[in-house]
């Protein structure tokens, strides 16, 4: 069986993904709607709106089954709020930082989990769809890798954007005076990427149409 054969990209999915696409659009509006800082907003946000176009030009070649492209919008939703609001200042986990005397605001942590479980997801259904690569012990291994390239590559894109913003940086890096805050972030994401691959194989299977591993 072809890798990608039972991967459904047509019928229902297109309302399907109208409607995530509509569910982003109207967050991405709130989002845009007086935020705490402008420039700091689109720095955070960028990364949701140019994945978004992305998706939308290889749309007619190329499109992720449902399970993913829900998790990619539950990423845009993730770096949307933290747009608006700044990652430090996410006023519900403010909330839970006084309330449980917690020493920061872990809407960051949070942001970068995700930055391992949804790419983790990415990664996986891109190298079992157009790859020799197949279930097992060396997918698991190399998607952990990109997933955790990825974290350290976006730590030196953050390190150059805030140079470069001047003021802006230290809401941008939102390291709250952690110094262990860059190391924290990837170790996170490799965490996300190990429980995605852990939590969600079999559903995913499943959507791209292949059979169930035995033994």
Same mark, same amino acid.
């Given at each position: 069986m072809s890798s990608s054969a039972g991967v459904r990209t047509h019928g229902p999915d297109r309302n399907f993904h109208l409607a995530l696409l509509a569910i982003g659009c109207a967050v991405l509006v709130w989002?845009?709607?007086?935020?705490?800082?402008?420039? /700091?907003?689109?720095?955070?946000?960028?990364?949701?709106?140019?994945?978004? /176009? =992305?998706?939308? /030009?290889?749309?007619? #070649?190329? #499109?992720?089954?449902?399970? $993913? *492209?829900?998790?990619?919008?539950?990423? =845009?939703?993730?770096? *949307? $709020?933290?747009a608006h609001y700044t990652y430090a200042q996410m006023p519900l986990f403010s909330w839970l930082r006084d309330e449980l005397g917690l020493?920061?605001?872990?809407?960051d942590r949070l942001g970068h989990v995700a930055q391992g479980f949804i790419p983790a997801m990415m990664a996986r259904e891109i190298l079992l769809r157009f790859t020799p690569l197949v279930r097992g012990r060396?997918?698991?291994?190399? $998607?952990?890798?990109?997933?955790?390239?990825?974290?350290?590559?976006?730590?030196?894109?953050?390190?150059? $954007?805030?140079l470069a913003s001047?003021?802006?940086?230290?809401?941008?890096? =939102?390291?709250q005076g952690d110094v262990w805050d860059t190391q924290w972030d990837m170790f996170l994401a490799l965490l996300g990427s190990i429980g995605a691959q852990l939590l969600l194989a079999r559903v995913h299977d499943v959507q791209l149409g292949l059979r169930p591993v035995h033994g």
């Open positions: 989002s845009a709607w007086h935020p705490k800082d402008y420039l /700091v907003w689109f720095l955070e946000a960028s990364p949701a709106i140019f994945g978004a /176009v =992305a998706l939308i /030009v290889l749309y007619p #070649r190329f #499109r992720f089954t449902r399970l $993913v *492209m829900v998790l990619i919008l539950v990423h =845009a939703i993730i770096l *949307m $709020v933290g020493a920061r605001n872990y809407y060396w997918l698991f291994f190399l $998607v952990l890798c990109f997933c955790l390239a990825f974290s350290a590559f976006y730590e030196l894109l953050e390190w150059w $954007v805030a001047g003021s802006a940086a230290d809401a941008f890096l =939102a390291t």
